[in-house]
């Protein structure tokens, strides 16, 4: 433990403090409402990182893990009464299970075929839920009776579910686990020759990031009451969205989904109380503008500049290891 | 008595074209092995083919008793087999501690110890003015070195060199050539891949010279040099 | 029997002007190396040009066509040189971002197409748009019949351009190796633009052949970057053979699912027969032709 280290967890206190007094000076439902999105979008891209940003394996169907978790709230109360807040147990395991036979057939492939195959896989899930009309009410969705609808409650819920992910992620990526992760996103024989069997590591990086997921796919049910596979299956504005979130804020490192997601979620609700219907038209220049000129997010970005002006070696562009070798 | 390392009739095909012909030969433990041959000659295929990132077309190899052919590639590690890549790959965005720090996970969980025993490694490889670079910005000989010391790092009993000194300025060849000694005075037997012969003649112990996948010579240093198939092979028809 | 060969012959119809788009994507997946997810965009948009030709000035579609195929081969060539080229000099921890700046080029072009036709459905009628021809019992619709022939057509010229021009082998060589085209004189930046500007055009061409068929709609490119897909796989990547064997093979399955299967699970069985492919039979078609003459 080194004073940079200490400083880390000193900031992560103060930030959560923040968060947790902020229902308090911001009372307007709609921004509450913007703020549990943002945490939403937070939960799932720092589930995204893990194994796309560390592990390198870039999924482009996390709409999947997200939508059965999802489902899994929805349909316990449909189907056996519940209260959907069973799923919040339910889904991420849900999740991660649907996982398991996910990661055996899509890590046998390597790089744009994997995010294809995922692509595929994300789709099959929709097509699926949209088809099996007895089990899952098909294209007309489900709908559930929330009972309790206090802004304030979700907010701390989601914040609760969020804080979880990233501790969770954080102690993952900063012991054993974490080296090994980033060592087959960087050069997949080279690992392979220190003995690290890259198959089970790229497992052991999906499963997390399913199962959390899943939990803040549970958890959005719980709060929006109302899905359908369309919403939570969806390809581009779930799983491509989460990919964009996550480049935004910074690849790899562990403020960058969360950064992401509040500056995303933010822009996104801008343009479309200020442009109208070219709201999506500004949103896709950007996210080309951010692919082209800063690919490594917010976070990697700064990072180089940073190195630009103080040509400091520790900093390493889109964290990686840096934070951990800082330590 | 079971020997060291050995590979019994190692045969690999491509397709229609055979890389590795019928190679058998063994390394005692301390040796400095060395094979050299022409461009294309096999030499790459053999180290991919002990270190199991190919299967073997068929033939046995042996290392410790153990019979490796069937193992899936990252136990090979486990057994005690480094490897370095003929085409560097260092983890680009990792620091040169945290390369190192990935190979000495193999035996510890702990990032204490992991990182205790990568810097002394660090430290007998000379890397340490480089420790907090990140990989991709190092020039070709630190990266070279960086390999060893990743390799050392899973503490192998068998470290697999591939040219380690191709590309390098004579001087640099020197600390090359220094280093893979001082490794080998740490009780590590090494087998060496090399095309440059000079290289070869002065550290090997004993050299297999092989051509288009076969055995041309195998013995000391000077037995080889004087052969003639080897002479032909490096020089031409003309020279023999 | 007769619904059967009837359907199968659509599908073969069909199957062509999708290989025709799919040529468009293993062309430019094969000399750049990336996964274009704005190619059903591409279609989208020349659909659109030659709507536009023929509701504003009275073009018919087949000629309007031309139109857009210039139009797109221009855009092609602008998203190549400013955005998807620019990528080879930035550092990404994460290579897939090429694909990424793929699907906001789609996410720009779908808005922006929606922006000046809203999401409306529109179609193109022409006084040929729904004759039929009577052929031992089957019905067979002229504009498909046209399409499939111009479709062949224009994969044959293709075929002559790569194999005679100096241009086309440049475009093959580079896709073979670039390293190797780039020793031996060729301009590989003006390659890749010219590939991906025919690449759209190609694309243009199998769109405007399928308007008189299909509703136009804003989103309809995420339709054809799928297909494309499948196909591409299907066919073996970089291969203009194995596309439109990927081509015929995806219409006719299409036609036979829509026919005997339920229009819900057709799009399943789609997916599942693209993963299997990628899974199993990672080189398309065309490998299970190589193992076959080995």
Known sequence: MNKIKKLNWLFALLVLLAAIAVPWVIKAPYHLHILILVMVWATIGTAWNLLGGYTGQVSFGHAAFFGVGAYAAGLLNLHYGLSPWWGMALGPVVAALAALPIGLICFRLRGPYFALAMLALGEIFRLMFTNLTEFTNGAKGVLIMPEITSKMFFYYVGLTVLVVTLLVTYLIVHSKIGYYLVSIREDQDAATSLGIPTTFYKNVALLPSAFFTGLAGAFYMNYVAFIDPNIVFNLSNVSVMVILVVMMGGVATTWGPTIGAGIYIALGEYFRATLGSANVLVFGILVCLIIMFMPNGIIGGLETLKQKFFRSGTGLPGGGNGEVLRS | ???????????????????????????????????????????????????????????????????????????????????????????????????????????????????????????????????????????????????????????????????????????????????IKRIRDAGVTIIIIEHVMKVM???????????????????????????????????????? | MELLSQTIICGILLGGMYALIAIGMTLIMGVMNIVNLAHGALVMVGMYVTYVCAQEFGVDPYLGMFVAMLVLFFLGCLIQKFMINRLVEVESILPENQVLLTVGIMLVLTEGIRLIFKSDYRSVVTSYSSDTLYFSGMAISVPMLTGFFIAMLFTFLLHLFLTRTDLGKSIRATAQDRDAAVYMGINASKITMITFGLGAALAAAGGSLLLPLFYLWPDIGHL???????????????????????????????????????????????????????????????????????
């Open chain 2, 201 to 240: 003649m002065g550290i090997s112990d004993r050299i297999l010279a092989i051509n288009f996948g076969s055995q041309i010579a195998l013995g000391s240093p000077q037995e080889v040099a004087r052969h003639p198939e080897v002479i032909k092979a490096y020089l031409g028809e003309d020279h023999a």
């Open chain 2, 1 to 179: 008595m079971v020997k060291f390392f050995e590979a019994k009739n190692v045969v690999k095909r491509f397709g229609g074209l055979t890389a590795v012909n019928n190679l058998s030969f063994t390394v005692s433990q301390g040796e400095i092995f060395g094979i050299i041959g022409p461009n294309g000659s096999g030499k790459t295929t053999l180290f991919n083919l002990i270190s199991r990132f190919f299967p073997v077309t068929s033939g046995e190899i042996h290392f410790n008793g153990q019979q490796l052919e069937n193992l899936p590639a990252h136990k090979i590690c486990n057994q005690g087999i480094g490897r370095t890549f003929q085409v560097v790959k260092p983890l680009r965005r990792m620091t040169v501690l945290g390369n190192v720090m990935a190979g000495a996970f193999l035996h510890t969980s702990s990032m204490g110890k992991a990182r205790t025993k990568a810097e002394e490694i660090i430290d007998f490889c000379g890397l340490t003015q480089f420790k907090d670079s990140e990989a991709k910005s190092l020039p070709i000989a630190v990266r070279k070195r960086l390999e060893i010391a990743r390799a050392l790092a899973t503490e192998p009993k068998l470290l697999l060199l591939d040219e380690t000194c191709a590309g390098l300025n004579p001087r640099e060849s020197e600390q090359a050539i220094g280093l």
């Open chain 3, 224 to 294: 054809f970057t799928a297909k494309s897909f499948i196909i591409t796989i299907l066919g073996g990547l970089g291969s203009t053979g194995g596309a439109i064997v990927g081509g015929l093979i995806l219409g006719i399955a299409e036609s036979l699912g829509a026919t005997y299967i339920s229009m819900g699970y057709k799009d399943v069985v789609g997916l599942v027969i693209f993963l299997l492919v990628l899974l199993f039979l990672p080189g398309g078609v065309r490998s299970l032709v190589k193992r076959w003459q080995a």
